[in-house]
């Protein structure tokens, strides 16, 4: 009772009426969403600058060819660059995921079958479905960590209640525009306080959910005319050449980079990736920033992102982080 009373005083009343502040949530499994700091409070010059290559819907062997093609860099400390695969179950050839995963890449859940699960008890399930085929085919449970669900329709109290029953720990569907241009992109932060941000699409949760982090994506933006934010590659207006590609991801790299160094979440949806010309210069847009700028430049898996973000460390010292190390 008197235990129930302490926990009810420190953290509910506060988790629930509070603000999210320095005092209240600090790393490794609490950081705000309105924190204007980078991790460890670095500057931006001492941040490795991170990619996350992510990858979501159904895995074949015909898709798999391509996403391999786009997986082919080495990152500053020797390691081969891995992606991130968020899995649609009909239709997703096991064998294949079982290959991928064996190589260093990591799986989160997307769905059954492309479609938005309508109460608690149904997203409980359908994370459930998805992660037992995982496991059977032979991933480890604690290694499904992440979710981006279909149409990145943000699924709130419910959905972050389904991740929750299943052990998820990080979803990365919220994509906001007043989160997507240099000045005002933010790093990942966690629900212990919410709402947080406002998604484009969908709900946040609105009861906090402490140390479950979102992996907020900026939008892209169309290369020309007014540069209207695009969610997805795919999603953008007149990305036609080779050209095209590269340009629309050097430019988002370009924001990143050249402002607070926030991890650059790269979607590659299938359409995009499953086109020639758009797949090589997302390639040739991938050799160019591990060729143009040095050491500062990781491509790593989200859960491997998530370890720098919670233990941050200087980019001087990133080569021996021993999370980033070949596995
Ligand atoms: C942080 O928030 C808590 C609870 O809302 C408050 O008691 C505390 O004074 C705040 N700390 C700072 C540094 O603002
Ligand atoms: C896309 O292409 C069409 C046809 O060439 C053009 O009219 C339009 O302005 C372009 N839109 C953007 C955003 O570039």
Redesign the pocket.
């Known amino acids: 009772m008197r235990s129930l009373l302490l926990a009810v005083t420190l953290c509910i009343l506060?988790c629930v009426?509070?603000?999210c502040?320095?005092?209240?949530c600090n790393l490794p499994n609490c950081r705000c969403f309105d924190d204007v700091n980078a991790p460890g409070k670095l500057q931006a010059s001492s941040i490795p600058q991170i990619i996350m290559v992510n990858f979501e819907g159904t895995i074949t062997k015909v898709n798999v060819a391509f996403y391999q093609q786009i997986l082919q860099e080495t990152n500053p400390n020797g390691c081969p660059v891995k992606g991130t695969f968020f899995i649609t179950d009909e239709g997703t050839d096991y064998a294949t995921v079982k290959t991928l995963y064996d190589q260093g890449n990591e799986f989160g859940i997307s769905s059954i079958k492309g479609t938005t699960p309508a109460s608690s008890t149904a997203w409980i399930n359908e994370f459930k479905k998805v992660q037992s085929a995982l496991v059977q085919v032979g991933l480890k449970s604690g290694d499904i960590q992440g979710v981006r669900v279909p149409q990145l329709i943000v699924g709130g109290t419910d959905q972050f209640i389904g991740m929750g029953s299943n052990g998820l720990t990080y979803d990365s569907s919220c994509v906001s525009a007043g989160y997507s241009d240099a000045p005002t992109m933010i790093w990942p932060y966690t629900y212990d306080f919410v709402p947080g941000v406002k998604c484009d699409i969908g709900n946040p949760p609105d009861i906090p959910f402490p140390g479950v982090w979102q992996m907020i994506m900026a939008d892209l933006h169309d290369i020309n005319g007014d540069k209207f934010p695009c969610a997805v590659p795919s999603g953008c207006r007149n990305i036609t050449t080779k050209r095209d590609a590269f340009d629309l991801f050097f430019t988002a790299f370009q924001a990143h980079y050249t402002g607070k160094r926030t991890p650059f979440n790269m979607v590659i949806d299938p359409a995009f990736a499953a086109n020639t010309d758009l797949r090589d210069g997302t390639i040739e847009f991938l050799q160019y920033v591990r060729a143009a700028f040095g050491d500062d430049v990781w491509i790593l898996p989200m859960t491997k992102a998530l370890q720098w973000i919670k233990t941050p460390v200087p980019l001087s010292g990133v080569k021996t982080f021993q999370p980033w190390g070949c596995s």
């Not at 502040?21 to 209240?24: D, E, H, S, V």
């Open positions: 506060p009426l509070g603000q502040n320095g005092t209240n």
